[in-house]
């Protein structure tokens, strides 16, 4: 049923819900809360602690009062007491509570704490009459991620409705057996609480069913896709000879680079087809383990197609690996959307006719109706952009014998993590640095370092350098509390970037790239900041992966807490990359105890898979990946850190599924057939 027919959401607010993707009711049965606020906790005013969230039972002290601001922001104002103390309230741009709080009269409001301990306020508090809460008060209450414009009064009470026309026997996808083997609750007990959970033990419950439920069906698509590449059998190469590739490097591998590239080299010897994965920290020197590999199926008598994930990467591959093969006698050939029609032709025809050995681009490679002679090998650097459903793809393509395939990641994921988003590869992880790396020198510090970072950021410009200054994309404010006219998104990167440019630096050249902008310009943004037009690059994560600016010593991470430790430290990668002292500073916006504790990880270690298995243990649940921008498989509610048994559980389960039943053609299987097809779909968009 279509959102639109919902009581109370016509086609304007059904547009709002589209937006988040939100169509049908069974869309909003499956947007789950990304937290929940406890509303049935009462606390006396005496006893409020600026930051928390905290319902109170007051009475209305004096009639609510009106001042315009600005445009756009009026503020109604009043004061509540109890037996207690008194508190202020204020209301932004809500003229209805002037009608709605009547002095005298006691309600119970929700609200999060601002103000001293002392002189306590509420900002936008939700309330209800005393003695009829139940509905925003006195109940456990879903938090749903949105965008700006989307209300949480809107979301709740449409999936409430979409919740009440659930058929009271529902059928399950999890067969019954499955169920009762792993104490897994019914589905529709699941659906209803995990949004508005009876209690903290109901959403618990509720939440484990559905959790395992996302985890078997990725496992049960892992593996099956394993099981189809294992059978479908791979090209056997011959071992070769690298020794004159190894004299030509100029350095001694390190011994985790040795051990990937046998890994490599014995898979594709094996006759088996390969797939693996090679997880290597930030400059580990993954590009000579594919560099190593692309020469075995070159002088394999095949073609081998190098794709990394933007173009400048590709480029910058290119420019690095170019002269290295081409002196081992490789017809190496760049493609990209930059180059001319005629250019792009003439790398075409040498690739149709086998005449070129190594094709470096981006994964537009293998879309463009570009055609090899026999292409052996594919080597997709930093995985993460690609999604499972390209791994897939790529085997498909070809005629012949398939390509196998080496996939190279510098997200340093903790081993149980792995087994879950790469089931269906195997893993080899490089640890340690080449010999000689001086490690980032991270600061972590708070606003009111904030001048002495910026005559920092002068005095490194001034010695030549250039400056990363990372934002989030904070698409939402904080909460429902936040001042609601303060830009998010993009606009609020713009505005960062105005004020560096206006205010802060005005003699400097401030560049600016988010994930929001046309490809062409964030291109274009990116080139000018490699070839040094540009002294401060303003950022959105997009430049976490591998640009290569040796000359950038200093990068600044505003509101490092909003960012995932591996991500950090990802970002961190960006500086240190040539000869120059480099620092990374980190600004907290807001502190507590975790974050302390996270930052203080950042501080002390270098190391990305550390850091990751840190991050893991401390976050318990919540994003490990930071924002969503990964193309990783995307869980709805399953938290790859807290829920390792689960997947363990959901491994175990899928592969007793699959040995019974390999194409789920059972009719107790069929509709986690159609979860595990609607789960690869959606992994392979990005
Ligand atoms: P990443 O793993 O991040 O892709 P790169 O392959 O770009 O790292 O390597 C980073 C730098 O380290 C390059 O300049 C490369 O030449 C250098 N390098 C790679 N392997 C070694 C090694 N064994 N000894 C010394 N330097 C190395
Ligand atoms: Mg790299």
Redesign the pocket.
């Known amino acids: 049923m279509d959102v639109k027919y919902l009581k109370g959401i016509g086609e304007k607010r059904a547009g709002l819900l589209g937006k988040l993707g939100l169509f049908t009711c069974g869309d909003l049965v499956e947007y789950y809360p990304r937290a929940y606020e406890d509303r049935t906790v009462y606390k006396k005013l005496s006893e409020l602690e600026p930051g928390n969230a905290v319902c109170v039972r007051a009475t209305v002290a004096q009639p609510v009062t009106h001042s315009f601001v600005r445009q756009g922001l009026d503020l109604y104002k009043t004061a509540v007491f109890d037996e207690s103390g008194m508190m202020r309230l204020t209301f932004f741009n809500a003229p209805y509570v002037q009608d709605s709080l009547i002095q005298g009269e006691s309600y119970v409001f929700f609200g999060r704490v601002t103000g001293t301990a002392l002189s306590p306020e509420l900002n936008n508090p939700v309330f209800e009459p005393e003695g009829k809460q139940g509905r925003v008060t006195g109940r456990i209450l879903p938090k749903y991620p949105s965008t700006a414009g989307c209300p949480q009064s809107l979301l709740r009470n449409a999936v409430e409705q979409a919740l009440e026309k659930l058929p009271d026997s529902m059928p399950d996808t999890l067969p019954e057996d499955v169920r009762r083997e792993r104490g897994l609750c019914h589905l529709g007990f699941a659906a209803r609480n995990i949004h508005f959970p009876q209690t903290w033990d109901a959403l618990e419950v509720a939440r484990r069913r559905l959790v395992f439920e996302e985890l078997l069906t990725l496992q049960l698509g892992l593996v099956r896709l394993k099981s189809r590449s294992l059978r479908a059998g791979g090209r056997r190469l011959q071992k070769v000879d690298l020794s004159d590739f190894y004299s030509l490097l100029g ?4 011994d985790g ?1 040795k051990a990937a590239i046998a890994d490599a080299e014995r898979d594709m010897c094996s006759g088996r087809l390969m797939g693996r994965l090679v997880q ?1 920290d ?7 383990v594919a560099a190593a590999c692309a020469l075995m199926a070159i002088r394999g008598g095949c073609q081998v197609a190098l794709m990394a994930p933007t173009e400048i990467l590709a480029e910058q591959h290119a420019q690095s690996l170019a002269p290295l093969m081409t002196r081992l006698g490789v017809d190496v050939r760049l493609l990209t959307g930059r180059m001319t029609a005629a250019q792009k032709k003439a790398v075409r025809l040498s690739l149709a006719s086998g005449e070129a050995g190594l094709c470096i681009g981006t994964h537009a490679l293998l879309s463009e109706g570009v055609g090899f002679q026999d292409l052996g090998l594919i080597i997709m650097d930093e995985q993460h952009r690609f999604g499972v459903r390209q791994r897939a793809g790529l085997s498909e393509k070809s005629e012949g014998p398939p390509p196998h395939r080496l996939i ?1 990641s ?1 997200t340093p994921i903790p081993r149980t993590l792995s087994l879950t988003l790469f089931g269906d590869l195997d893993v080899t992880v490089m640890r340690g640095l ?2 000689g790396r001086k490690p980032v020198k991270t600061y972590v510090v708070d606003e009111a370092y904030r001048v002495r970072i910026e005559n920092f950021v002068r005095k490194q410009v001034g010695l030549g350098r250039q400056v990363y200054c990372i934002c989030p994309l904070i698409d939402e404010p904080a909460d429902e509390f936040a001042d609601p006219s303060a830009p998010t998104g993009a606009a609020a990167v713009d505005k960062y970037a105005r004020r560096l440019r206006e205010e802060v630096f005005p003699e400097l050249r401030v560049g600016l790239v988010h994930g929001r902008m046309k490809g062409k310009d964030k291109e274009a943004a990116m080139r000018s900041f490699a070839r040094g037009e540009t002294d401060i690059l303003v950022a959105t994560t997009v430049i976490e992966v ?1 640009v ?1 600016v040796p000359n950038a010593s200093l990068i600044i991470v505003e509101n490092a807490e909003r960012f995932g430790l591996s991500q950090l430290h990802q970002l961190r990668g960006r500086v240190g990359r040539g000869v120059h002292e480099s620092y990374c500073v980190l600004f907290l916006q807001t502190s507590n105890e975790t974050s302390e504790k996270r930052m203080e990880i950042m501080r002390s270690s270098n190391d990305g898979f550390a850091i990751a298995e840190a991050d893991l243990d401390l976050r318990g649940p919540g994003d490990f990946f930071g924002d969503r921008q990964h193309g990783l498989p995307v869980f709805k509610l399953a938290d790859l850190s807290g829920d390792t048994g689960l997947v363990r559980e959901a491994r175990e389960t899928a592969a007793s599924i699959l040995a019974s039943d390999p194409e789920l053609s059972l009719p107790a299987h069929r509709a986690l057939a159609g979860r595990v097809d609607r789960l690869m779909e959606n992994m392979g968009r990005d």
């Not at 930030?282 to 000579?288: F, I, L």
């Open positions: 350095f001694e591998l390190t680079q290597g930030v400059g580990s020197g993954k590009t000579a190279l510098a080449p010999p591998g290569d």
